[in-house]
């Protein structure tokens, strides 16, 4: 498996099972068989921020990268993640591509949930929540 590549395995024990079978933003409850159309997984740092190989592959391809959101790239929460980009990086969802350092590694970053909570990932791939105020 390359960098940044999951196997519907590391999806579904990792990803789909942390965020508790539902989108991580609005909670919408999904079904893993709609992968793809229903919901899909979405790199908060992107492919192009720090690349799939050589240095920061392995931010790519952490469970601390992802999240399962619900729609794709253009529709539901990934699509307006997609669309919103600055209000995405303000809540966490993504991680600019000009971020570099630790304080920008996906488990420092903490991201928000449109119920307002916090929450931190692990490269354990468990979610974390926080306090709101940092």
Same mark, same amino acid.
């Given at each position: 498996?390359?960098?940044?590549?999951?196997?519907?395995?590391?999806?579904?024990?990792?990803?789909?099972?942390?965020?508790?079978?539902?989108?991580?933003?609005?909670?919408?409850?999904?079904?893993?068989?709609?992968?793809?159309?229903g919901w899909s997984m979405h790199h908060r740092k992107p492919r192009g921020?720090?690349?799939?190989?050589?240095? $920061?592959?392995?931010?790519?391809?952490?469970?601390?990268?992802?999240?399962?959101?619900? $729609?794709?790239?253009?529709?539901?929460?990934?699509?307006?993640?997609?669309?919103?980009?600055?209000?995405?990086?303000?809540?966490?969802?993504?991680?600019?591509?000009?971020?570099?350092?630790?304080?920008?590694?996906p488990t420092a970053v903490r991201v928000q949930r449109n119920d307002r909570?916090?929450?931190?990932?692990?490269?354990?791939?468990?979610?974390?929540?926080v306090e709101g105020s940092w």
């Open positions: 498996m390359g960098a940044g590549e999951f196997t519907p395995a590391t999806v579904r024990l990792v990803f789909f099972d942390r965020d508790g079978s539902a989108c991580f933003l609005c909670r919408r409850t999904l079904r893993f068989e709609d992968r793809g159309h921020a720090g690349g799939v190989r050589g240095r $920061g592959a392995e931010v790519f391809s952490s469970p601390a990268n992802a999240l399962t959101l619900c $729609g794709s790239g253009t529709t539901g929460c990934h699509g307006w993640a997609e669309r919103e980009r600055d209000k995405a990086i303000e809540m966490g969802v993504l991680i600019s591509r000009l971020a570099v350092g630790p304080a920008f590694a909570t916090w929450w931190l990932l692990t490269d354990g791939g468990r979610a974390v929540e």
